[in-house]
């Protein structure tokens, strides 16, 4: 059975994005009850607010997860994995999460028979579990980007993950005529969250054809991902909405965000409220109601989704982001946010040196790429 991403409608799409608004309480247009979001996909081209909310049965998240979730086929599998599990993940039921684990969630789907697959990465915490109708907290804005792939692929994903994001699985579905040797299903075993430091740069494609990057570091790597990965690697300065915590003061023991311009121009600087009207939504709000990880390029015209946040304490972390190029998704991004933050705080060390990226093929061969280093970097 071919899978992929679908659309609102049920339909394959290459891939989509969708951004959920938080709850916001009191009464009129500009009120939500958290679970409404905005689309987009290549084949509309516009960012669009949805008909649906994610608390239905329908629309793009849910029936792209149904379609594997319901599969009656023996050769359809998926990948659970979040920082923080489901309720129903957790036995028994007080279970702590392994924070020296990465900070991902996500999820990887696959039908070996068909050679088909798709990555769904989120910023939705104990989210999902097949079967389960409730979706969790809606008190949170949330982001989800969704990519439809051939499978192996997903394999070399896999096996970047197990080195650089350092997911914790929840719940997987492994088909009998998955290969031992497999990374997705090396990807279920024990992980060791001390993999030796490092950062990883992947190019890859969607089944459309259309370029991506992951970028990713585990815990080891150490440094602020978001400045001292993400804008050195895509050469760019990147505005940055995450969960911004921690005292300024204090900031080298806190969560504060991280180190800004340490690499030369490359700048990055933290945005504080999202504002959805200029997109045609009555729905604005602050970055505390947000628990997004999405960046974008001051320059045209990049777009990062991520699961990790800018703080000091996410140094212990891994995790990544995708990154990616739309022009019409980059200028609507663009107009949502009216305010953003100069940080200059600079208590990380030096990184490690700029990984080199590679470009994945549909044989499994990976091509050593130099990855584009930002001036002034040796």
Request: glycine share 8%; proline share 8%.
């Amino acid at each position: 059975m071919a899978i992929s991403a679908l659309d609102e409608n049920g339909k394959s799409v290459d891939w989509w994005f969708a951004y959920k608004v938080p709850h916001i309480g009191g009464a009129g247009p500009g009120s939500a009850i958290g679970y409404e979001y905005v689309y987009y996909d290549p084949n509309i081209g516009r960012v669009v607010t949805s008909p649906h909310t994610m608390a239905m049965d329908i629309g793009a998240l849910r029936g792209t997860l149904d379609s594997v979730f319901n599969s009656t086929s023996e050769d359809t599998g998926w990948i659970l994995y979040n920082d923080e599990r489901p309720d129903a993940a957790k036995n028994p039921p007080d279970q702590n999460d392994n924070d020296s684990l990465g900070h991902s969630k996500g999820i990887l789907a696959f039908d070996t028979a068909s050679k088909t697959a798709f990555w769904l990465l989120h910023s939705w915490p104990k989210f999902v579990m097949p079967g389960a109708k409730a979706m969790p907290v809606p008190d949170y804005g949330q982001t989800y980007l969704c990519v439809s792939l051939d499978m192996d692929t997903a394999s070399a994903i896999a096996a970047i993950m197990i080195d650089h994001q350092e997911p914790q699985v929840f719940a997987s579905r492994l088909p009998k005529s998955l290969g031992q040797a497999d990374p997705l299903r090396k990807l279920t075993l024990a992980i060791d969250p001390n993999a030796k430091g490092d950062s990883h740069v992947l190019d890859f494609k969607s089944r459309g054809g259309k370029l991506f990057k992951m970028i990713a570091k585990n815990r080891q790597w150490g440094g602020d991902f978001w400045n001292q990965l993400v804008g050195p690697a895509l050469g760019v300065c990147i505005d940055v909405e995450s969960w911004i915590r921690g005292t300024v003061p204090d900031h080298e023991d806190s969560n504060a965000p991280g180190a800004l311009n340490l690499l030369g121009n490359r700048k990055t600087f933290d945005v504080n409220t999202i504002d959805f009207t200029p997109l045609g939504t009555p729905w604005k709000w602050p970055e505390s109601k947000d628990h997004a990880k999405w960046g974008i390029s001051v320059e045209p015209e990049w777009i990062c989704v991520g699961d990790i946040n800018r703080m000091i304490s996410q140094q212990k972390r891994g995790g990544g982001a995708i990154a990616f190029q739309e022009p019409a998704l980059w200028a609507a991004l663009r107009k949502t946010f009216p305010a953003k933050v100069d940080n200059g705080y600079s208590s990380f060390p030096k990184p490690p040196p700029l990984p080199e990226a590679t470009t994945h093929s549909s044989t499994f061969h990976t091509d050593p790429v130099v990855a584009k280093k930002s001036p002034g970097k040796k």
